[in-house]
């Protein structure tokens, strides 16, 4: 039972490259999240999901896009990167909304 | 929409006395609580947690209560111990996603 996995854990970019950050859990949940955290700061929602099929826009989703084609997996793109994107990313994900977060172990992001 | 104000940014305490952070929140129709820890460089852990129909629960050292008529709740920490050391964030439930509040860095002075 790896819980949630992200990948990959460290990604260097130039500014105006693309990546997608996978996010997988094997625990059935229904909702996912994804959120950054910069030095020092709290958790900021970027994008989140109540089941496959459906996503939702946070807090902060300018630049970035997701899809929850399958339960197991959310997808988090940056189309172009740009350095203010310079963060670490963190997945969660939980069975309904009044239960806890699992957090995967997060992704460090540089834009250059 | 929801905020959730937590104090203090930053609480500096002896090892083995107590620690009190404390969060406000403003919508009255949250219903869970949580509490997460993050050690440095690490994802946030849940610790502990309550439901609005409880007003409080401990886990060994660790103690949350609730006030839902004045919308705040706390997390108290006993004979605080170095592995202590980290920041700690509260949230609050509110239209499926929780509110975070901003954290609190919890340091242990030997």
């Known amino acids: 039972n790896a819980g949630v996995t992200q990948t990959p854990k460290f990604r260097v970019l130039k500014t105006g490259q693309s990546m997608t950050l996978l996010c997988a859990q094997d625990?059935?949940?229904?909702?996912m999240y994804w959120y950054r955290q910069d030095p020092g700061m709290g958790l900021r929602l970027i994008h989140y999901?109540?089941?496959?099929?459906?996503?939702a826009k946070g807090e902060v989703p300018d630049g970035y896009n997701v899809s929850r084609l399958k339960k197991q997996n959310f997808l988090l793109g940056l189309e172009s990167a740009a350095p203010s994107q310079t963060s670490v990313y963190f997945c969660?994900?939980?069975?309904?909304?009044?239960?806890?977060?699992?957090f995967g172990s997060g992704t460090r992001l540089t834009v250059v | 929409g929801e905020n959730v104000e937590q104090h203090p940014s930053t609480l500096s305490v002896q090892e083995g006395d107590s620690a009190v952070i404390k969060c406000t929140y403003s919508?009255?129709?949250?219903?869970?609580f949580p509490w997460y820890k993050q050690e440095l460089g690490k994802r946030p852990q849940l610790i502990i947690d309550?439901?609005?129909n409880v007003g409080e629960k401990k886990d060994q050292r660790i103690a949350v209560t609730l006030n839902k008529t004045a919308k705040h709740f706390s997390l108290h920490i006993t004979e605080t111990q170095p592995e202590d050391s980290a920041v700690y964030f509260c949230?609050?439930?509110?239209?499926?996603?929780?509110?975070w509040g901003a954290g609190t860095k919890l340091i242990i002075k030997p």
């Open positions: 969660a994900s939980s069975p309904d909304s009044l239960y806890g977060y699992t």
């Open positions: 625990m059935n949940h229904e909702y």
């Open positions: 999901s109540v089941g496959e099929g459906t996503t």
């Open positions: 919508d009255s129709a949250s219903n869970y």
């Open positions: 309550i439901r609005s």
């Open positions: 949230a609050a439930s509110s239209n499926y996603q929780l509110i």
